[in-house]
């Protein structure tokens, strides 16, 4: 509940901020927002907008959103060791240390987030601590460092702006078409109910096909991550740990977080699932 309620305390804070800017923008270009060039503008800002807003806010949401505590001094051998190898992890790989954090769940995960190389976030769950050896929870941690180091929080950022960006702008232009043909030419186009009706319809329905390109790209930057884990630490403890994780329960980690252990759908669910089938995973690292 905690999660939702911040999920939608974030998005409306996210609206009222792109809608100030959007209205100075308009403003200042002179741009009718009934317009193609005006369309442009509002998709632009609402998909890429929204995306980036999202990205910066990522850390703060992920710490808030899993009660996340950060180790600054280490209080733990455990603490110790997850510093100490993450910090290792980093410099291998070439980035700036993340900060290291535990959430306390029952599940078996870790997730990576942040809105660059440079200043971003690893956290692992209780249950992964509890129920991995040392190996497989080091090959977790590379799993999550390589998503950082191949920039794949900014990547899909980018992505999922572009898909916005063409889901808002063709869902109002065949919102205004549709409203233009049902209402009189006496009626302003792009302002009736009609107009807002289909312009949520259309959304809705590219939306979902907007999430299945998404997912795609999202599925191939964990076959890289895992890659690069195997890099770090040894393509053997990589299968291990992912052959561990399969006994697991479906995480609930989601957006931003690049969750570790999220379970792939079966048939039409898998092309919206984030993540490949872990047998798949375990075949490529082999």
Same mark, same amino acid.
């Given at each position: 509940m905690k999660r939702v309620f911040l999920f939608l305390l974030t998005n409306l804070a996210v609206m009222l901020v792109l809608g100030?800017?959007?209205?100075?923008?308009?403003?200042?270009?002179?741009?009718?927002h009934r317009s193609l060039g005006g369309i442009l503008v509002i998709s632009t800002v609402f998909g890429f907008g929204g995306s980036f807003i999202s990205l910066f806010m990522?850390?703060?949401?992920?710490?808030?959103?899993?009660?996340a505590h950060v180790i600054e001094q280490p209080r733990s051998e455990t603490e110790q060791w997850l510093v100490s190898t993450v910090a290792a992890q980093a410099k291998k790989a070439g980035i700036a240390?993340?900060?290291?954090?535990?959430?306390?769940?029952?599940?078996m995960n870790a997730f990576a987030t942040g809105p660059s190389k440079n200043n971003s976030l690893v956290a692992v769950s209780t249950g992964l601590l509890h129920n991995m050896n040392q190996d497989q929870a080091e090959a977790v941690l590379a799993h999550e460092v390589s998503h950082i180091a191949n920039g794949d929080m900014v990547t899909l950022t980018l992505i999922q702006g572009v898909v916005n960006t063409f889901v808002i702008f063709m869902a109002k232009v065949l919102a205004g078409i549709v409203d233009n043909f049902l209402n009189s030419d006496e009626e302003e186009g792009g302002s009736s109910w009609t107009y807002f009706l289909f312009d949520m319809i259309f959304q809705m329905l590219f939306?979902?096909?907007?999430?299945?390109?998404?997912?795609?790209?999202? +599925?191939? +930057?964990?076959?890289?991550?895992?890659?690069?884990?195997?890099?770090?630490?040894?393509?053997?403890?990589? +299968?291990?740990?992912?052959?561990r994780l399969k006994q697991n329960h479906p995480s609930q980690l989601e957006g931003s977080m690049m969750a570790f252990g999220i379970a792939s759908g079966k048939g039409v669910a898998e092309l919206f699932s984030s993540h490949p089938p872990l047998d798949d995973r375990i075949n490529a690292l082999r």
């Open positions: 100030i800017v959007l209205s100075i923008v308009m403003s200042v270009l002179g741009i009718s990522s850390k703060w949401m992920a710490k808030k959103s899993t009660g240390m993340p900060e290291v954090a535990i959430y306390d769940s029952p599940e939306g979902v096909l907007a999430s299945v390109i998404v997912a795609y790209y999202s +599925r191939k +930057r964990e076959f890289s991550a895992d890659a690069g884990a195997a890099k770090l630490v040894g393509a053997d403890k990589m +299968r291990s740990a992912l052959e």
